[in-house]
């Protein structure tokens, strides 16, 4: 297994090693020395290599000959592809996934169209629509110009309509009144390229729903966002600081309940609306979908996930931990997916000598349960 991601340049985890939590203006409740990208990524070769896989990383460091080597001098015989970004860039992640196709080397994840599908937000929630899969009814703008009657219901809530939009997110997001849509606009434009969504804004519980598999998708354990104890000037909303910045207050003010307490009736709506945006977005082996229940438990999809951050105990894992998976139980999984979409050998590039890998049996053993941050690193 090749595990494959591209990180360059510093990382801002590292520096927050220098900061003493005591100089914090509040208490904080989680740990703000969180693991760097390259512990995360380091924490996953040393799960594989627990399962009996002969697991190596590929950092390609922005350069696209260090993939071309890899695929074409020693191909692995899958990678776990956790490229997210190339030049910096988001819009990329599918190419590389793409290149993958081109040289026939399975990986784990989403195939390019999914990933290209849901970094636009406003096409997927046309998609689901269009399937009969509910979503905030929204508008996507081009200009920061909106009419006074645009027929959307307020609460609104202003975001980027691109993938890594949680940048964006933050409490004057949400607005009550037209006044304060046209200011947030005027903010979000003038911040962040078009085009920038305007949803109306579901006032109920929010659950992230991890989903693994592929003919039969497995629905972990939702994750519940417990809001109760943001300061009452935040509103109910993972903002980009409450997922992403220990240094925040709000951070440390949402918490996470996981298994989610939900009715037998409840989970069945979630779980049909859950498995059909999986399908419809071309997701695959893992994906992580945000959703809010509104009136009467009805679920809206907010968001389609697909490779999510697979940081240990949190997030999706964090599901995969309830479900009663460990860390390198669901690693192995996510393999194993790529692993049966390996080409026939009269189609590929490998020889049809090549021996069948043995695989190892599954270890069972009781997860690491450290203490959990509120929405974790998630994309
Ligand atoms: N229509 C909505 N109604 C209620 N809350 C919303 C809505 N849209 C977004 N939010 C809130 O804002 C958060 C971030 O929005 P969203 O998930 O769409 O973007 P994101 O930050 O890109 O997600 P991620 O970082 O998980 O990829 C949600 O988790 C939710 O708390
Ligand atoms: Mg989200």
């Known amino acids: 297994v090749a595990v494959v991601y591209n990180h360059a340049g510093e990382d801002v985890y590292e520096k927050l090693r220098q900061v003493d939590p005591a100089t914090l203006e509040f208490e904080p409740e989680y740990d703000i020395h969180v693991a760097t990208v390259e512990e995360e990524y380091r924490a996953i070769l ?91 009814r929204f508008r996507v703008l081009a200009e920061p110009r909106i009419p006074r009657r645009h027929g959307l219901h307020y609460p609104l809530i202003v975001k980027p309509s691109r993938a890594d939009a949680s940048l964006g997110v933050e409490p004057g997001s949400v607005v009550y009144d037209y006044d304060q849509l046209v200011r947030q606009l005027e903010k979000v434009f003038a911040e962040f390229d078009p085009p920038i969504l305007v949803e109306e804004f579901i006032e109920g519980r929010e659950l992230h729903v991890a989903v693994l598999g592929n003919e039969a998708p497995e629905l972990l354990p939702a994750i519940e966002f417990d809001f109760s104890e943001l300061p009452p000037e935040h509103p109910a909303i993972i903002s980009y600081d409450a997922k992403w910045n220990p240094l925040d207050e709000a951070y440390h003010r949402v918490h996470t309940i996981c298994p989610a307490e939900l009715s037998q009736r409840a989970m069945k709506k979630v779980r049909d609306v859950v498995l059909r945006a999986y399908r419809l977005t071309g997701c695959r082996d893992y994906a992580r979908l945000d959703i809010r229940l509104a009136k009467r438990n009805q679920p809206f999809v907010l968001e389609v996930n697909p490779n999510p951050d697979l940081t240990e105990g949190v997030s999706f894992m964090e599901s995969a931990e309830a479900a009663g998976y460990t860390f390198a139980q669901t690693l192995r999984k996510i393999v194993e997916f790529a692993l049966a979409r390996r080409p026939e050998p009269s189609r590929g590039p490998a020889p049809a000598a090549e021996p069948e890998i043995q695989l190892p049996r599954l270890v069972a053993g009781a997860g690491d349960r450290r203490r959990r941050r509120a929405g974790g690193r998630a994309g």
């Open 46 to 136: 040393t799960a594989l290599r627990q399962e009996g896989f002969h697991a190596r990383a590929v950092n390609l460091r922005e350069d696209l000959r260090k993939l071309e080597r890899l695929l074409r001098r020693n191909p692995p015989d899958v990678v776990f592809n956790l490229v997210e970004y190339f030049h910096d860039d988001a819009e990329l992640e599918p190419n590389v996934a793409a290149f993958y196709d081109l040289y026939r080397v399975p990986y784990t994840g989403a195939p390019p169209f999914a990933l290209a599908l849901c970094h636009k937000k406003g096409l997927t929630k046309q998609v689901l629509l269009a399937n009969g899969v509910p979503t905030p």
